[in-house]
């Protein structure tokens, strides 16, 4: 499985490429989609292009994208788009209309009571597991664990030379995962070797804006669907 990653925290500054509002995100969705994504993650935009929990930002971002693609469609959680974790809560429980899963930062405060709300609305949980962070001990205490959809093993290590040993070693302590299938990426100068990893593994990854601007050989990438017909390349090549 290949989820793209349409836009992630980047904003307009980023370049013309990164989707931000509804309609550019249906389109690079379905785009990205015909490329051979999987499954969607999506961060839903106000109109200044800031990420939002609000209802007012995720509906209409995931009816406009469902439009476009059959495929599942999952938003962010992240502590940066609502700081405060009980405000974060009420946002998540005002939505007017539910992704299909959400990605939630086990090391970010109030993770397991955004996790548990989610999984009472029926929504699938992605549970967040950073490198460099006490994301892995969290989870490995928490009774959630058994429940989430999948774990998102995110490998913050963007130096191209060391973030496949990063990435190794964050899978060695995330263990069993409770049995959850593994979704394995990188960032930045990180993206393409742990891309590459997950392809040798076996696992599930994601390509995307949100990851990296730029493609394999170091060009600019134009577009989602462009990452997405890359990585699936480097990752049938790398694969078992």
Known sequence: ????????????????????????????????????????????????GQDSLSPRAVAPTLEAIRARVPVPVGVTT????????????????????????ASVNWHEPGAEEVAAALIDLGV???????????????????????????????VTDTAPDTAEDSARALLSDLGSAFGRPVLLHGEDGGTWPVLRLAGRLGLATRVGLEDTLLLPDGQRARSNAQLVTAGLAQYDRAGP
């Not at 980023?14 to 690079?28: F, M, R």
């Not at 969705?29 to 839903?44: C, N, R």
């Not at 058994?146 to 774990?151: A, E, H, I, S, Y």
Request: contains cysteine; neutral net charge; glycine residues 10%.
């Open 1 to 48: 499985m290949v989820q793209v990653c349409l836009n992630g925290a980047r904003g307009a500054g980023d370049g013309v490429t990164v989707p931000l509002s509804p309609e550019a995100l249906a389109e690079s969705a379905a785009e990205a989609v015909a490329a051979g994504a999987t499954e969607v993650h999506v961060h839903p935009k106000t109109p200044c």
């Open 78 to 101: 992240g502590a940066w788009a609502e700081p405060d974790p009980a405000a974060r809560l009420r946002r998540i429980r005002s939505w007017t209309v539910l992704p299909d899963h």
């Open 124 to 154: 699938g949980v992605e549970a967040g597991i950073w490198s460099g962070t006490d994301g892995v001990a969290r989870f490995a205490r928490s009774p959630l664990g058994p429940k989430v959809l999948r774990v998102l093993a995110e």
